[in-house]
């Protein structure tokens, strides 16, 4: 298992309830991962209506998951 | 009414027409003819017009202008054909119960005539002997005197990084606001307050009951009226030294490439996916750096997509809109009223960032905001290597092409069919490769479609005023685009017609 801090944005904020978590993952992958949070929250967005950002960089959702990466999974907004 | 006359133009008889017993001041324009221009003797001069659209703009501007400024009425006249040295090519009369109205919708009017109204006119030079066509268009800023010198942008001139030079730019800059929402107020306000010279506001809604508590340019009176013009009025009152522009209108592949015209910086402040793609590809087309923001209850963020730099475009980070229903807008989200205001000013604050040309707005990469925790994080973005915008090639200047989605300007003139549409006599002294160029003298301009089945089609003259007139009289053809730079510009962004 691999310890990950994930931030959340918009409506992941909205549906996981909380801004940043700390949790322990089996998924390889940025995209395993997502998919797993998005069944735990119920996210309306599958994997590839999202943006993963690392290390302030965007980064490919096939990408691997590390023990201690920090993610941020952002959604788009339209809101004005 | 605007005239338009080959007769030598009667300011009394003019003014007359005005005369009403409830007006307090006629103010009134003549421009003339003057004997020089660019330290060249001017010898004669010679007007031409597009008419029916030269009347149909110039009425547009006038009851626009009724609507506007609180006056009772206004008329303006434009000379056509030659006009002697030292007599009035145009003149503009408003009357009003107060001078202060009528000053300001004078001013306005003659610089909405000078910008929009096909008019342009031809020089013979006393130097020469030659005669030269040259757009009727000014750009002169519509701020009264030098804004650098105006007591009220005096704090502001002190920041380094603003000076003299940059709150000229600013007054000298026209920017266009899609949305007059939770983010849009907050940008016009300080974007007017700021003293951008030309601030033009698009907003096809109405002011609602539930909009008050983050739209804080609307009062409870407003309720019931288009956001956009409720906003002009109360942006006019704020600050009557620049000049504000109002669609009542939403952004549409209709509305939007005529609004883009001679604009300098666009921001989308809009509430709807469909509208951002629109924006964005039109902005990206068109070669105009466009401001991005947006806002869910309490998270935000904002960004600066550039099509002259080196981060991509809007659809390098999201090539297409999420499926409906997937996100939410604020109306049904929910959005807190401090998120629209501290987004909206970091758009604001990007706007100014890229008009005074500060290095470290938000270019490449988009700024994300926790409102309530009041972090940042500023994520880089990079051009995706399968997005249509690879084609793109910067360009060295604001692109001048009004285009419609679908096409990037430079693959447009890449493969296009360039065809000059000035006359004849025009072309003494043109390089070779002009010359070259099929030539449709405006005699012949109804054939164009006929004589020319190649699309895209692109129509090219000295200034680029009359292109525009040229599309508008063949009915806006598909394929058919108006380069509105000169054409003398076309090779620095044409390398293939060079040889």
Known sequence: MNHVTIDYYAVLRERSGRRRETRATAAPTLRALYEELRAAYAFPLAADRVLAAVAERYVDMDGPVTDGLEVAFIPPVAGG | ?499
């Open chain 2, 1 to 499: 009414m605007f005239q338009l006359s080959e007769q030598r133009l009667r300011p009394q008889e003019l003014g007359r027409a005005l005369a009403a017993g409830r007006a307090g001041a006629l103010v009134t324009f003549e421009g003339w003819v003057r004997d020089h221009n660019d330290g060249r003797p001017v010898e004669a001069l010679e007007y031409e017009a597009f008419e029916a659209m030269a009347r149909s703009v110039g009425e547009a501007i006038l009851a626009a202008a009724r609507a506007r400024f609180a006056i009772l009425d206004a008329h303006a006249a434009h000379r056509l054909g030659p006009v002697p040295v030292g007599e009035a090519a145009v003149w503009v009369g408003v009357t009003a119960e107060h001078r202060q109205e009528a000053f300001l919708a004078a001013r306005w009017i003659m610089d909405e005539i000078k910008r929009l109204v096909p008019v342009w006119k031809r020089e013979t030079y006393g130097d020469t002997g030659r005669a030269e066509w040259l757009h009727a268009e000014s750009g002169a800023p519509a701020t009264a005197g030098d804004p650098a010198a105006d007591p009220r942008y005096l704090h502001q001139v002190r920041v380094p990084g603003v000076g003299a030079d940059g709150q000229r730019r600013l007054a000298a800059a026209r920017v266009l606001v899609i949305g007059a929402g939770g983010l849009g107020c907050p940008v016009l306000q300080y974007l007017a307050a700021a003293g951008v010279g030309t601030l033009v506001v698009a907003d096809g809604d109405r002011v609602d009951v539930g909009n008050l508590h983050r739209q804080v340019l609307f009062g409870a009176a407003d309720v019931g009226r288009n956001k956009a013009e409720a906003a002009a009025e109360r942006l006019r009152a704020l600050n009557p030294h620049i000049a504000l522009a109002a669609h009542a209108d939403a952004a549409t592949p209709a509305t939007l490439p005529g609004w883009l015209v001679g604009t300098d910086l666009v921001l989308d402040c809009a509430d709807d996916f469909e509208v951002t793609y629109l924006v964005h590809d039109a902005c990206w087309q068109a070669g105009i750096p466009l401001v991005q923001a947006a806002v869910h209850q309490v998270d935000g963020w904002v960004q600066v997509v550039d099509p002259a730099g080196e981060a991509g475009c809007f659809r390098c980070q999201w090539p297409e809109p999420p499926p409906p229903g997937c996100v939410e807008t604020c109306a049904r989200a929910g959005v807190l009223n401090v998120t629209a205001g501290l987004i909206g000013l970091h758009q604001a604050t990007q706007a100014l960032a890229v008009l005074l040309g500060w290095p470290d707005a938000v270019r490449d990469g988009t700024l994300y905001v926790d409102v309530v925790g009041g972090g940042t994080r500023r994520v880089r973005r990079e051009p995706r290597p399968d997005c249509p915008c690879r084609g793109h090639v910067p360009w060295p200047e604001r692109q001048d092409l009004v285009l419609r989605p679908g096409l990037t300007a430079a693959t447009l003139l890449a493969r296009a069919c360039i065809v000059d549409i000035r006359q004849p006599e025009e072309r003494a002294g043109d390089p070779e490769w002009i010359r070259q160029l099929p030539l449709v003298p405006r005699e012949r301009w109804l054939e164009i479609p006929r004589l020319f089945t190649q699309r895209p089609l692109v129509l090219c003259c000295a200034h680029g005023v009359r292109t525009r007139a040229c599309v508008e009289l063949l009915g806006r053809p598909d394929g058919v685009y108006a380069w509105t730079g000169r054409i003398h510009d076309l090779p620095e962004t044409v390398p293939v017609r060079k040889s």
